[in-house]
């Protein structure tokens, strides 16, 4: 599964896309300026999209990566 595919189904299953993610995390406290916090991990990102999203791991992840950088739009 491509990375775009992985957030076209988080989409679909949540109605939010990769930019409400990112204004999520900045509310949450655990990106600033646009970067995740160096002390936020990947276990912190995965427990909140697991609790408040019903995200799989995979798909928590894929989050990650996005928030984090290592992954873009429609890789």
Same mark, same amino acid.
């Given at each position: 599964?491509?990375?775009?595919? @992985? *957030? !076209?189904? +988080?989409?679909?299953?949540? #109605?939010? #896309? $990769?930019? !409400?993610?990112?204004? *999520?995390?900045?509310?949450? %406290?655990?990106?600033? /300026? #646009?970067?995740?916090? $160096?002390?936020?991990?990947? #276990? !912190? +990102?995965? &427990?909140?999209?697991?609790? =408040?999203?019903?995200?799989? /791991? %995979?798909?928590?992840?894929? +989050? @990650?990566?996005? *928030?984090? %950088?290592?992954? &873009? =739009?429609? =890789?």
């Amino acid at each position: 599964m491509s990375f775009q595919a @992985y *957030l !076209d189904n +988080i989409q679909a299953k949540t #109605g939010k #896309g $990769p930019n !409400d993610f990112r204004k *999520l995390a900045e509310k949450k %406290g655990f990106t600033a /300026h #646009g970067k995740l916090k $160096p002390e936020v991990r990947a #276990g !912190d +990102i995965v &427990k909140w999209l697991k609790e =408040e999203f019903k995200l799989g /791991h %995979g798909h928590s992840m894929a +989050i @990650y990566a996005l *928030l984090k %950088g290592m992954k &873009k =739009e429609g =890789e």
